[in-house]
Structure formats: structure tokens, C-alpha cells
């Protein structure tokens, strides 16, 4: 009776067991994930006149706003929430390359992972990895977190890696983490480094260049372009740098723009770097990022991308061009009011993505309004 008693245990267990592993597949199957709610990724009021324009920029880049004189940071990485599990049956961890551009390299103070533990059993440790080295292993709570890897580890190819150990003698269970907005950051300073680029035909074609800003300081704020400087003075409002191939040499491809005050700081807001062609065909593009989870729902085909522009006048007919990643969508015949194209998998991408509008017309682009739709 004894030993009919162990074996009724035993497959008490056993039935437990293979419960909890059809519970795992079902939450880490690589099944089709079911439709989210409708999210705008980004909102651009009052875009522009894009198409045919004398004196006119060509492209106008915003580049957002900033301190200079402090640290800066960088993101090099963020995901709204990842789960990592392992049980004695398998283990899922996640794995992903982060990437350092190199005139950020040399610059670099550190980087961080912050992130925030949502959910977990804590059956066994949580385990973060920079390119193979152990930079956290213990078993985790539910609070916030910040790891930081020094200068002399980052690389400008990197591999993060996110994984759990077993939960031990408890074989029936599985160790399962869940962190909400898990974030890596890149920290260098105290000088400001934004690139920018330039085709071949725009190089080509170049009139000038206007970097316009609103600022106040408390020391003489320093510019330079690809190292050659172009400003320097203490900015006490609007400032409007105009700089052209001739006095400054430009790139194909890659172009540094660098802040820096020295020593103080300086505050600036609403930058733009304006380019102007000898050419008149105006481009405006704006920038957005998209995390791994909506790219996938793009790529499962349960959701599709949207954008939606308003124009608000048409001073001459043409057609009109939306791109995004240098990839044409199909955009309609413009007319005055709401319009609408769409994009896949094929024209986005995981990280910064950028939009931008030009056409053989006139059209002044009112707000412009980038979405998931299912």
C-alpha cells in the first residue's frame, strides 16, 4: 500500500508538471500575438510647405532640445517590458546587440540598465550580461534597478544578455521574471555630439547651411562642424549660424555637429539645421522611434502602420511623395484636408525611423500623426 501510495504522488506531480509546461507554452509560444489597442507612435503638428519652393530650406531637421555643459544621454536601447523564465524542461532569455556609434565611444562615461521588476516568483537569480561578463546575478525583488558598465567595457558592437537560473529542487516550477521599461543609456559630456547627414547630391548642390536655436547661457557657447568652429560667443536668445562648403568642409555621409562651454552651461531649445540648395525642392522629415513588440505586431500582420496628414493648402499641383526609411508609400492624389497612407514590416523598422514628405507641387503640411491601427 506504501509503495501504491508513492506512485499515486508521483503522478500527482507528474499531472502538475505537465500543466504548468502547457500553461508555459501557451504564454512563451511563438504563436501569433493577438491585436492591441490602436497606438500613436508619434504626433508632428504644423509639419511644413514641402514640394516646389523658392527660398526655401530643401531639408529642415529639428534636433530637439538640450543643455549643454552637462552629462549627456544617449538611448542605445529601450523595451517596454521583456519577461525571462527558465524551468528544468527550457529557458527563455533574451539576447540583443547594442550598438555605440564611434565618435560617441570615445566620449563615453558609462552606460547604464535601469529597469523595474514587475512581476516575479524570485525561485532563482536574474542574470545580466555585457559581452559574455556578469554584471548582475541575484535573485531580484520587485523595486527599481540600475547597473552601470564602465567606459572599459563598451565596445562599439555589444551583446546584452538577459536570462534566469532554475528555481533549484522546486523542478515543477519555473524562476519567471517580468521588467517594465528596461532601458540602456549611454552617459558621455560634457560636450553635446549630434550627427548629421548629407547625400551626395545635396553636397553637390549646396548653397549653405542655417543652424538656428533659442538660448541663454552663463559662458561663451562653442560650435563646431566636423571640428572646425563656426560659433562662438554667449547666446542671449534667437541665434541664426549660417556656415557653406566654402568655409567649412563637408562629408558625404556622416557630419558632426559639437556643442561644448567651457566651463558653464548653456540651455537651447528648438535647434534646427536648415539646408539650402541650389535646387528648390523642399524635403521635411521627422523622426520616431518604434519598440520590438510593435514592430512585431507589424510583422505578424495583426496590426499595420498609418500615417495621417492634414494639408492645408495647395499653391501648385503635383504629386506628392511620403517615404519613410528611404522607402516610397503609396500616397494618394493630395487634396486639401485628411489624408492617409499606410506601411508594413517592409518600410519600418525596430528604433528611430524617419518620415519624410517632398513632391513636384506646392503643399503646406499641417499636423501630421503617425499610428498602429488593426
Keep these: 500500500m506504501a509503495n501504491l501510495k508513492g506512485v499515486e504522488e508521483f503522478i500527482y506531480v507528474l499531472a502538475a508538471a505537465l500543466i504548468i509546461l502547457t500553461v508555459l507554452f501557451l504564454l512563451f509560444g511563438l ?18 510647405l514641402v514640394g516646389q519652393a523658392v527660398d526655401q530650406a530643401s531639408r529642415a531637421s529639428a534636433l530637439g532640445s538640450f543643455t549643454v555643459g552637462i552629462t549627456q544621454r544617449e538611448s542605445l536601447k529601450s523595451v517596454p517590458q521583456l519577461q525571462v523564465a527558465s524551468s528544468a524542461f527550457g529557458m527563455e532569455m533574451k539576447t540583443y546587440t547594442i550598438n555605440i556609434p564611434d565618435y560617441l565611444l570615445s566620449e563615453a562615461e558609462r552606460a547604464k540598465i535601469s529597469f523595474r521588476i514587475y512581476n ?47 528555481p533549484g529542487l522546486a523542478f515543477w516550477a519555473s524562476t519567471v521574471y517580468v521588467m517594465n521599461n528596461f532601458d540602456v ?21 549646396m548653397n549653405r547651411m542655417e543652424l538656428g536655436f533659442s538660448g541663454t547661457a552663463d559662458s561663451a557657447l562653442g560650435i563646431e562642424v566636423n571640428g572646425n568652429p563656426v560659433y562662438n ?12 562648403p566654402s568655409n567649412v568642409p563637408l562629408n558625404v555621409g556622416n557630419n558632426m555637429l559639437t556643442f ?21 525642392l523642399v524635403t521635411r522629415s521627422r523622426d520616431f522611434n518604434m519598440t520590438d513588440i510593435q514592430m512585431l505586431y507589424l510583422e505578424q500582420g495583426t496590426m499595420q502602420g498609418k500615417v495621417e496628414y492634414d494639408i492645408e493648402a ?6 506628392i511623395q511620403v517615404m519613410l526609411n528611404d522607402r516610397v508609400l503609396n500616397a494618394p492624389m493630395p487634396q486639401e484636408g485628411t489624408n492617409t497612407v499606410y506601411f508594413g514590416a517592409d518600410q519600418a523598422r525596430e528604433g528611430e525611423n524617419t518620415l519624410a514628405f517632398s513632391g513636384t507641387g506646392q503643399f503646406d503640411i499641417g499636423d501630421v500623426e503617425v499610428l498602429l491601427v488593426r
Excluded: M
Aim: charged share 15%.
Design 185 to 205: 543609456d549611454l552617459e558621455y559630456g560634457p560636450a553635446t555630439i549630434i550627427p548629421f547627414q548629407l547625400t551626395q547630391t545635396e553636397l553637390s548642390t
Design 260 to 280: 561644448s562651454t567651457s566651463p558653464g552651461t548653456a540651455t537651447l531649445s528648438n535647434v534646427e539645421l536648415s539646408f539650402f540648395l541650389t535646387t528648390n
Design 233 to 244: 560667443s554667449k547666446p542671449s536668445g534667437y541665434e541664426n549660424i549660417v556656415f557653406s
Design 31 to 48: 504563436g501569433p500575438l493577438p491585436p492591441a489597442e490602436d497606438v500613436t507612435l508619434a504626433e508632428f503638428p504644423s509639419f511644413g
Design 120 to 166: 516575479t516568483n524570485s525561485y532563482g537569480n536574474l542574470i545580466i550580461k555585457w559581452n559574455g561578463l556578469e554584471f548582475f546575478n541575484e535573485k531580484a525583488g520587485t523595486t527599481d534597478y540600475t547597473i552601470v558598465i564602465g567606459p572599459s567595457y563598451l565596445e562599439e558592437t555589444n551583446t546584452l544578455e538577459v536570462l534566469c537560473t532554475g
Design 314 to 319: 495647395v499653391s501648385a499641383q503635383g504629386s
